[in-house]
């Protein structure tokens, strides 16, 4: 049973495991025995960067990314990346790990950074994807599932940094963040 708040379940626990079993297998192949650099976007990635790691065989760096965007009047700023801790990325196959693309401005801000930072390779892998509403030339090289478009909490999704910690994925109660009649 999900909890109130949760309008229904999208991606249940059971079937988000066999699809990231999936997606490690796809990953493994395209790399094969070579160390992968996975850089996890906070906050967001976090339970799937965690659960896809451990079903990997290669060896593999973690580090994270955050992604700030500052809007200046109408327009949608230019998006801040900060990489924590600032590791050298010199020669190193990177493996974006995000939660979601949805208009595609984050997927394609912080592959141009990662390519900057002198990286051998970069490649991304997002669990969801909501591709009816990209408004920017921006695909991730693997992906678990594509979801209508919706507002999705659980699963390191949250609305007000809540949520983040549910099991599933599933798409949040209208009456959470509408406002009082
Ligand atoms: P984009 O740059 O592709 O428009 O934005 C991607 C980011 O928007 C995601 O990393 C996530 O933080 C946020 N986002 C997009 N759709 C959803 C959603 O349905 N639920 C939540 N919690 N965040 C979303
Ligand atoms: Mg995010």
Not at 8 to 26: F, H, M, N, S
Not at 137 to 144: L, S
Not at 148 to 162: H, I, K, Q, T, W
Request: include cysteine; charge should be negative.
């Amino acid at each position: 049973m999900p909890e109130p708040d949760i309008e229904r379940v999208l991606l249940d626990a059971e079937v988000i495991r066999e699809r990231i079993r999936g997606l490690a297998r796809e990953i493994s192949a395209t790399y094969g025995e070579r160390e992968i650099t996975a850089v996890g976007v906070l906050t967001g990635a976090f339970v799937f960067l965690a659960d896809l790691l451990r079903e990997l065989p290669n060896p593999t760096r973690v580090i994270f990314a955050r992604a700030c965007s500052y809007r200046d009047g109408s327009r949608p700023g230019e998006l801040e990346v900060e990489l924590v801790g600032r590791p050298d990325l010199t020669g190193r196959d990177v493996l974006l790990v995000e939660d979601i693309v949805d208009t595609g401005r984050s997927l394609l801000r912080l592959g141009q950074v990662l390519r900057d930072a002198g990286s051998r390779s970069v490649r991304s892998v997002v669990l969801l994807d909501k591709r009816e509403r990209r408004e920017v030339e921006a695909r991730a090289d693997f992906t678990g599932f594509e979801v209508p478009d919706e507002f999705l909490v659980g699963y390191g999704l949250d609305y007000a940094d809540r949520y983040r910690h549910l099991p599933y994925v599933g798409v949040l109660a209208r009456s959470v963040y509408a406002e009082p009649a």
